[in-house]
């Protein structure tokens, strides 16, 4: 199970994060990441942490003011980039350029969905993985593995149904080892989640309970 930890725009620490990141990662052997800001892209990497960018636009180099190139993040150090996260949708043209713009970058893709018939069409896109997120768990002290178990595996049949290659993640109010070991039960291959650690008194031992699960 690999462990992406989103921090949105929380006024969390990203080096804080990202140092108990690193050091639980090396201590469990767990694969974890961390996706700050796109300003904090190149100081979370600088920590040695897998480090994910939440998103990347559609557009190569030219007159494209605001917009976060794959290039410039995997030039700060991104090995991985979200696509389309529930708080920063997309039109579907635009999941596909910023699929194919993380492509010529080498950044590896997670493409977030909303529901499993949305995973079935971000898989036909071809990213590395998609994320399923009910929005209305996003945040919650519940986890999605506990409260719609169901919706990851419809998850995880739609996207084999369209290309076996396509891991399937899941998140939404996932915050302890339980929800990560019951997600995995359910098939998923990841993990997405954002407050259980971001909003931690303690990001280190929320970490350390998460990799527990695996
Ligand atoms: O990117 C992370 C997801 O939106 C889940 O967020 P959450 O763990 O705060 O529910």
């Known amino acids: 199970m690999f462990i992406l930890v989103n921090l949105k725009a929380y006024p969390c620490d990203p080096i804080d994060v990202a140092t108990a990141a690193r050091d639980v990662a090396e201590a469990s052997g767990a694969r974890i990441a961390i996706s700050p800001q796109a300003a904090d892209v190149a100081r979370v990497a600088e920590t040695g ?82 994320a399923v997120e009910p929005p209305e768990l996003i945040g919650g002290d519940v986890s999605v593995s506990t409260a719609d178990p169901g919706i990851v595996e419809d998850a995880v049949a ?41 909003k931690a008194d303690d990001p280190r031992a929320a970490l350390e309970d998460l990799v527990g699960g695996i």
């Open 158 to 198: 739609a996207a084999e149904a369209v290309d076996p290659a396509v891991d399937v993640f899941c998140g939404a109010g996932v915050s302890t080892g339980d929800d990560v070991a019951a997600a995995g039960d359910l098939g998923a291959s990841g993990i997405l989640l954002a407050s259980g650690v971001a």
């Open 49 to 130: 942490v897998e480090t994910w960018a939440q998103h990347v636009s559609p557009n190569a180099h030219g007159s494209h003011t605001g917009s976060t190139l794959a290039e410039a993040v995997a030039d700060n150090g991104a090995e991985g980039t979200l696509i389309n996260h529930s708080e920063n949708r997309l039109k579907l043209a635009d999941v596909d350029g910023s699929v194919r713009a993380a492509e010529r970058a080498n950044l590896e893709t997670i493409v977030c969905a909303n529901n499993p018939a949305q995973v079935g069409a971000a898989a036909a896109l071809g990213p590395d993985a998609v």
